[in-house]
């Protein structure tokens, strides 16, 4: 129903930047909230950011506060993840979603990317 597909992801030194983006298709996108997840070798996927599509009300996990940012683009249908000053503790396989409330909770999320690896080192 709704498709998403990440792109963005690569191999990057740390203190390096990415920039993650999520190109939706499918239904009408405007009215859900958007979540970037991210899940590493041996943990358990965990929220990273997500955003409102009103009141353009954004929140982070605290591991990633003033590092990272999401923003919109509604005309194309895309959530961008700009991630600056990336250390090796972010390295993981990073998940677009969208969910019908905001949510912190990956079971909230009813549409998920295929995923695309982000690697830091140094």
């Known amino acids: 129903q709704v498709q998403l597909v990440e792109s963005g992801g690569g191999l990057v030194q740390a203190g390096g930047s990415l920039r993650l983006s999520c190109a939706a298709s499918?239904?009408?996108?405007?009215?859900?909230?958007m979540g970037w997840f991210r899940q590493a070798p041996g943990k358990e996927r965990e929220f990273v950011s997500c955003?409102?599509?009103?009141?353009?009300?954004?929140y982070y996990a605290d591991s990633v506060k003033g590092r990272f940012t999401i923003s919109r683009d509604n005309a194309k249908n895309t959530v961008s993840l700009q991630m600056n000053l990336l250390k090796p503790e972010d390295t993981a396989v990073y998940y677009c979603?969208?969910?019908?409330?905001?949510?912190?909770?990956?079971?909230?999320?009813?549409?998920w990317g295929q995923g695309t690896q982000v690697t830091v080192s140094s």
């Open positions: 955003i409102t599509y009103s009141g353009s009300n954004t």
């Open positions: 499918g239904r009408t996108f405007s009215s859900y909230a």
């Open positions: 979603a969208a969910a019908p409330t905001d949510a912190t909770n990956p079971l909230a999320y009813h549409y």
